[in-house]
């Protein structure tokens, strides 16, 4: 039934015309910045630590999680429709996408070393007696008990950080791969992160305007008297260079000024490059990785050795608390997916090409849509099959043609010599 001009007039909308939403007429505050967004420690925050957090979460978070069903021989069958797989890959909750969760959890587990994935609403049916995840969100372990956790979770309703207690067994708690070489107070990173915070401090001191200068005297300094008349005589220049316009004094024929113009030197450069270089190589990571230079190779074994471990961890906690043993039963789990075509540049596509469809391992609208091209609609594009080899209901075919052939051409042969 069509809607009457008074009905849509009641139900229209304008973002413009008007300013609150419908229901919400007013905030008890706001923010300038986004209250949600992950926050690194402020020991991290200011070295080249986050470059590399940011870029390890960021490759990881590009790898597909989803929750499958699996057939009888536990092979991937297909993906279920599910709140968990909505979650990881289309909404997390109203403020992240699927993607942005992923890489969230990323990049605390890497900063705190342990994390929770929390459910913040699940619906639950009462027929079915079955959970569906509908939000979730990345909380900071604060406390730890024998059954429960105690985390600082973002509330979405309030736009406040809240602590909650909940059990273990309701909350996917991640630990980092890789904690003894990045969050132990003793390891590789954290002793790099402190030399990094002394080369600030050192820094600091050369930039703040010092002058670092010896003014010496006409006569010895050795009693308190003296001592006291060279005080005052070091306080008269200072006030005369900070009173100055241009920073300039006046001292006596008989006293010399000599500038430190250089600070000692000390091996704490030399410790923060061996450092880094050992970060590095206990990470999986070079330089080439950083700046985007890296061949397959090494590319290869950076996600082999630094990003599978990472995103396995998820997926293993993700399996253990979100799927039950009746689920789980049933064929159901979780998986991670990479694209092995991303590192392949444009020169092997069309290798790569003819030797998945000629092995039968890809159909060529699967290989088509992975390189963006549409679907063909031949039905022939859609089978499993090695176009180079001819079919036996196709040689039949083609035999059956040139015997028909023939027959016709000697039946006209006999028919004009009758």
Same mark, same amino acid.
């Given at each position: 039934?069509?809607?009457?001009?008074?009905?849509?007039?009641?139900?229209?909308?304008?973002?413009?015309?008007?300013?609150?939403?419908?229901?919400?007429?007013?905030?008890?505050?706001?923010?300038?910045?986004?209250?949600?967004?992950?926050?690194?420690?402020?020991?991290?925050?200011?070295?080249?630590?986050?470059?590399?957090?940011?870029?390890?979460?960021?490759?990881?978070?590009?790898?597909?999680?989803?929750?499958?069903?699996?057939?009888?021989?536990?092979?991937?069958?297909?993906?279920?429709?599910?709140?968990?797989?909505?979650?990881?890959?289309?909404?997390?909750?109203?403020?992240?996408?699927?993607?942005?969760?992923?890489?969230?959890?990323?990049?605390?587990?890497?900063?705190?070393? @342990? @994390?929770?994935?929390?459910?913040?609403?699940?619906?639950?049916?009462?027929?079915?007696?079955?959970?569906?995840?509908?939000?979730?969100?990345?909380?900071?372990?604060?406390?730890?008990?024998?059954?429960?956790?105690?985390?600082?979770?973002?509330?979405?309703?309030?736009?406040?950080?809240?602590?909650?207690?909940?059990?273990?067994?309701?909350?996917? /708690?991640?630990?980092?791969?890789?904690?003894?070489?990045?969050?132990?107070?003793?390891?590789?990173?954290?002793?790099?992160?402190?030399?990094?915070? +002394?080369?600030? @401090?050192?820094?600091?001191?050369?930039?703040?305007?010092?002058?670092?200068?010896?003014?010496?005297?006409?006569?010895?300094?050795?009693?308190?008297?003296?001592?006291?008349?060279?005080?005052?005589?070091?306080?008269?220049?200072?006030?005369?260079?900070?009173?100055?316009?241009?920073? /300039?004094?006046?001292?006596?024929?008989?006293?010399?000024?000599?500038?430190?113009?250089?600070?000692?030197?000390?091996?704490?450069?030399?410790?923060?490059?061996?450092?880094?270089?050992?970060?590095?190589?206990?990470?999986? /990571?070079?330089?080439?990785?950083?700046?985007?230079?890296?061949?397959?190779?090494?590319?290869?074994?950076?996600?082999?050795?630094?990003?599978?471990? +990472?995103?396995?961890?998820?997926?293993?906690?993700?399996?253990? *608390?979100?799927?039950?043993?009746?689920?789980?039963? *049933?064929?159901?789990?979780?998986?991670?997916?990479?694209?092995?075509?991303?590192?392949?540049?444009?020169?092997?596509?069309?290798?790569?090409?003819?030797?998945?469809?000629?092995?039968?391992?890809?159909?060529?609208?699967?290989?088509?849509?992975?390189?963006?091209?549409?679907?063909?609609?031949?039905?022939?594009?859609?089978? +499993?099959?090695?176009?180079?080899?001819?079919?036996?209901?196709?040689?039949?075919?083609?035999?059956?043609?040139?015997?028909?052939?023939?027959?016709?051409?000697?039946?006209?042969?006999?028919?004009?010599?009758?």
């Amino acid at each position: 039934m069509a809607q009457s001009i008074g009905s849509r007039l009641k139900r229209a909308w304008n973002a413009f015309t008007n300013r609150d939403p419908p229901g919400r007429s007013y905030y008890d505050g706001g923010y300038s910045y986004r209250p949600d967004r992950v926050r690194l420690n402020r020991g991290n925050d200011r070295t080249i630590l986050t470059a590399i957090y940011t870029r390890i979460a960021m490759d990881a978070a590009s790898i597909t999680i989803n929750h499958v069903r699996l057939d009888e021989n536990n092979r991937f069958d297909e993906v279920v429709d599910s709140g968990l797989n909505s979650c990881l890959n289309l909404s997390g909750n109203k403020d992240q996408t699927g993607r942005a969760l992923r890489y969230d959890l990323f990049l605390s587990v890497l900063d705190e070393g @342990v @994390v929770g994935l929390v459910p913040v609403d699940i619906d639950i049916d009462p027929e079915m007696g079955e959970a569906k995840i509908e939000s979730m969100r990345v909380g900071k372990i604060k406390e730890w008990y024998p059954d429960d956790v105690r985390l600082e979770v973002y509330n979405d309703r309030t736009g406040q950080r809240e602590e909650i207690t909940l059990p273990k067994s309701q909350v996917a /708690i991640v630990e980092n791969p890789f904690y003894a070489v990045m969050n132990e107070p003793n390891g590789t990173i954290q002793r790099l992160i402190r030399k990094l915070n +002394l080369m600030d @401090v050192i820094d600091e001191q050369v930039g703040s305007g010092k002058l670092d200068m010896i003014i010496q005297l006409p006569y010895v300094v050795r009693s308190e008297q003296q001592k006291q008349r060279a005080d005052e005589r070091r306080a008269e220049v200072e006030r005369q260079l900070s009173g100055s316009k241009y920073g /300039i004094a006046y001292i006596d024929g008989t006293e010399h000024v000599t500038q430190l113009n250089r600070s000692l030197e000390n091996n704490l450069l030399k410790t923060v490059e061996y450092l880094t270089n050992m970060a590095y190589s206990q990470l999986g /990571i070079t330089p080439d990785i950083m700046n985007g230079t890296a061949n397959d190779t090494v590319m290869t074994n950076y996600e082999n050795r630094t990003i599978e471990p +990472l995103v396995a961890a998820v997926v293993d906690e993700l399996k253990r *608390k979100f799927l039950t043993e009746e689920a789980r039963a *049933k064929g159901e789990s979780v998986m991670y997916f990479r694209d092995p075509f991303k590192l392949a540049p444009v020169s092997m596509v069309s290798e790569m090409a003819d030797k998945f469809t000629r092995n039968e391992i890809m159909t060529s609208n699967e290989f088509r849509q992975v390189i963006g091209m549409k679907p063909s609609k031949d039905p022939k594009a859609d089978r +499993l099959e090695n176009s180079n080899i001819s079919r036996p209901n196709e040689e039949d075919g083609v035999q059956k043609t040139i015997t028909a052939g023939k027959e016709a051409v000697e039946r006209s042969i006999a028919n004009q010599n009758g």
